[in-house]
């Protein structure tokens, strides 16, 4: 290809993975001697990172396809989709304004398959991408410890989109993240479907946040996400010891009920769930406690979504992501029976978010007058700076500082749910 027809833009959709993959694709692209640019106006070749999660994530990358085939009208651009939509739906060739698609584990292959008309590519289902390292911009940075899931939630279609587990080796995940820190990250978030079940020849997920956390330079480790049912409480200790781990749990229960949570095939109970939680606020009393809430499982009954309820009340999230049940085609849950009316889920699910939100807001109260040591993080969409305290909480403040300055904030009030304060002397939290 010319030169002046290898200009790429990545629109990413989903989670943080897929964040991470879209860097992946950039320095793969990069190297073959193709130019990022801003926006897809400028460019030659627009590439969707696509998620499968939700029905609704689909639909908009629909969209999105079909607005960009109107630039495609005008200008001879290739569109081409990739991610986890794309290795669920390969039919999307079929779609005139799509040029290539490509799933999660292909994206060496991308430079070849640009080239070339009509292509999907599903991949090689052990790739782990072990030494390509992306630098996005910022000082928080992304390190995938592992790929693909071996879980089977029944709602859940990762696993048949992104494959199996692997995990990385460990001495390249420990060097990436000391090019990281060269490059001037002083955040780092390990990255996996679920960290817990990490294993490379025998190191496990604690062992190993222990080796990231004694790297000099990561100011902040955080990782994501935890399952319930891998819960090891090594990495509790871990936590509470290493002074550059954040105290900050992100930990998804999905539902308060035992037969819920055994249809989903979630392998845990409440009564478990709520004893690692006593047990992780025993050793780490200020933990920040964060979960996912699904809402309107086949069969759920009015009074199964009242249990979800009340263990919400009683666990007090400090926040939580919470979706409505809509099937995945090719998941079990899928096939079960859902009798609940789309009008009756979202009954549901408006009642546990008002419920929440009440719930985040006494807790950020809670931080009212209080003096946190943080890291400035971005600037804010209403102006000033978000830092992020190592409890994992963002707080906004309208002073003059510099990203990357680790200071003391103290709370002087709420903008709606967001923590704000101002800059303090030799306080901290
Ligand atoms: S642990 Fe369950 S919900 Fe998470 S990615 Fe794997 S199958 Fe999906």
Redesign the pocket.
Same mark, same amino acid.
């Given at each position: 290809m010319e030169k002046e027809s290898k200009r790429f833009h990545i629109i990413t959709y989903g989670c943080q993975m897929n964040q991470y993959d879209t860097g992946i694709i950039s320095e793969i692209l990069k190297n073959e001697g193709y130019i990022p640019v801003n926006n897809e106006r400028d460019a030659d070749i627009v590439i969707l990172n696509t998620c499968a999660v939700r029905e609704h994530a689909e639909k908009r990358v629909m969209g999105r396809i079909h607005s960009l085939g109107r630039l495609k009208k005008r200008k001879n651009i290739k569109i081409g989709v990739v991610g986890c939509m794309a290795k669920r739906l390969p039919e999307l060739l079929e779609i005139p304004e799509v040029d290539f698609v490509a799933g999660p584990d292909a994206y060496r292959n991308l430079p070849v398959i640009i080239g070339r008309e009509g292509v999907f590519e599903e991949g090689n289902p052990f790739e782990d991408y072990n030494e390509i390292w992306p630098l996005n911009e910022g000082i928080s940075a992304y390190v995938s410890i592992s790929r693909g $899931?071996d879980?089977? $939630?029944s709602y $859940?279609i990762?696993?048949y989109v992104r494959g199996p587990l692997r995990s990385r080796p460990v001495d390249t995940i420990l060097e990436e993240v000391e090019y990281l820190v060269a490059q001037g990250v002083k955040e780092i978030i390990l990255l996996g479907?679920?960290v817990n079940e990490y294993n490379y020849k025998g190191v496990g997920f604690a062992s190993l946040l222990g080796m990231v956390a004694d790297i000099k330079g990561v100011e902040m480790l955080n990782f994501l996400?935890s399952?319930p049912k891998d819960i090891d409480y090594n990495m509790f200790m871990v936590m509470a010891e290493k002074k550059n781990m954040v105290r900050y749990l992100h930990l998804p229960v999905q539902a308060g009920n035992n037969r819920i949570l055994k249809l989903m095939n979630r392998h845990y109970t409440v009564e478990e769930y709520r004893d690692t939680v006593r047990r992780l606020r025993s050793i780490l009393p200020d933990v920040t406690l964060t979960t996912d809430l699904l809402v309107g499982f086949p069969g759920e009954t009015e009074k199964e979504f009242m249990d979800t309820l009340a263990l919400v009340e009683d666990i007090r999230f400090d926040h939580a992501f919470m979706f409505r049940f809509s099937p995945r085609p090719g998941t079990l849950a899928a096939l079960m029976e859902d009798k609940l009316t789309d009008e009756e889920k979202i009954k549901r699910l408006r009642k546990l978010i008002d419920v929440q939100n009440r719930i985040i807001r006494e807790r950020n109260k809670e931080m009212l007058g209080k003096s946190f040591r943080c890291i400035v993080m971005k600037p804010a969409k209403k102006g000033g700076y978000l830092c992020k305290t190592w409890t994992g909480k963002y707080i906004a403040v309208s002073e003059n500082v510099n990203i990357g300055d680790v200071i003391s904030v103290k709370v002087t009030h709420l903008r709606g749910n967001t923590p704000v304060g101002i800059t303090q002397k030799d306080k901290e939290e």
């Open positions: $899931c879980n089977f $939630c $859940c990762v696993p479907q679920n996400t399952h």
